[in-house]
């Protein structure tokens, strides 16, 4: 079992950074394919990127795709969420997860598809 917790969010302006990470603990990292989701309010939690258990292989969703870079770091039992340009409906909670598998060329984008999650950090962006 592992337990991720987020952190990095914030209120930020239109075309602002910010960097999310999620800190995990218990069971060996490198054995969770990671992937980052976003929910604001009123709308179903939505994928936003995922990266294999070595980080070699990311997918992004099309909205993020040139703005956001996920990575991860093994050795810090860590993932993160680079976001870049920032705009105002990427204003949302953002949540980590993890999915016990070893990556073998499928991806995963539904929530139902990852078992742990984090809880949750909230990134605003006014305009």
């Known amino acids: 079992q592992v337990q991720l917790v987020e952190s990095g969010g914030g209120l930020v302006q239109a075309g602002d950074s910010l960097r999310l990470s999620c800190a995990s603990s218990g069971r060996t990292f490198s054995t969770y394919i990671m992937a980052w989701f976003r929910q604001a309010p009123g709308k179903e939690r939505e994928f936003v990127a995922s990266?294999?258990?070595?980080?070699?292989?990311?997918y992004y969703t099309g909205f993020v795709t040139g703005r956001f870079t996920i990575s991860r770091d093994n050795a810090k039992n860590t993932v993160y969420l680079q976001m870049n340009s920032l705009k105002p409906e990427d204003t949302a909670v953002y949540y980590c997860?993890?999915?016990?598998?070893?990556?073998?060329?499928?991806?995963?984008?539904?929530?139902?598809?990852?078992?742990?999650w984090g809880q949750g950090t909230q990134v605003t962006v006014s305009a």
């Open positions: 990266i294999s258990n070595s980080g070699g292989i990311t």
């Open positions: 997860a993890a999915r016990l598998e070893s990556y073998s060329g499928s991806t995963y984008k539904r929530p139902d598809e990852y078992g742990y």
